[in-house]
């Protein structure tokens, strides 16, 4: 199984600063995937990436960057983070059996 | 842009009762996905399909191209069933989600 990790499971940040959220992944040839999951909205794509130094913008990419300087870790960066930014991050691996997603991320910008 | 949409938002039912979820997406997809997520968990991916029917133990996924329509069924459920269920149609650039089934399965 392509297993997807998150290397934090709850952070909280102040408004204004940098947040880099990581994401590793174990298959190498995966696209990555950054998504954010609110109540109500759903599930939405911030962010993704086909390989190394590859990305595009996703439905919802304002606020953000990413990075994927190696093709097993794919950053998300929140320039500047804002209260609206509060949210669960989820990170997800593609191969042609399907999705695995990372165990989330749960921002607070306070 | 696809669409999903996924009925009902909310169901109730009794250990052991056969329960559907129904998927309906607007647009050509190159696959329809089921996903799970658990009260405070990361999400499951259940099925991925493209076409016809898949099984995995008491689970079920079936797919109408023509119609673009997906179904979920869950054969004798259990108290452990209980979770959201997400359909998802997309495919290489990213999945379009529908908003979730919010399943509780009562004793």
């Known amino acids: 199984d392509v297993k997807v990790t998150q290397s934090s499971r709850y952070l909280v940040k102040r408004t204004g600063e940098k947040v880099f959220l990581e994401c590793v992944q174990d298959m190498d040839h995966e696209n990555m995937f950054w998504y954010r999951q609110d109540p109500g909205l759903g599930l939405r794509l911030i962010y993704f990436s086909y390989d190394v130094k590859m990305k595009e913008k996703g439905d919802i990419p304002e606020g953000y960057s990413v990075s994927r300087e190696k093709k097993e870790r794919f950053s998300l960066i929140l320039e500047s983070a804002s209260t609206n930014q509060t949210s669960m991050y989820l990170c997800a691996g593609r191969t042609d059996y399907g999705y695995t997603f990372g165990s989330g991320t749960r921002l607070t910008v306070v | 842009k696809n669409e999903v949409e996924q009925s009902p938002q909310n169901l109730t039912a009794q250990e052991g009762e056969f329960i559907t979820i129904n998927c309906s997406y607007s647009v050509g997809i190159s696959a329809l996905h089921w996903l799970q997520q658990h009260p405070g968990g990361g999400i499951v991916s259940l099925f991925m399909?493209?076409?016809g029917k898949k099984k995995h133990g008491r689970l079920i996924a079936t797919i109408n191209i023509q119609e673009k329509h997906s179904s979920l069924h869950i054969t004798a459920s259990h108290p452990r069933d209980s979770a959201v269920y997400i359909c998802a149609g997309g495919g290489a650039d990213g999945l379009t989600f529908g908003k979730g089934t919010h399943l509780i399965i009562q004793p």
């Open positions: 399909l493209s076409s």
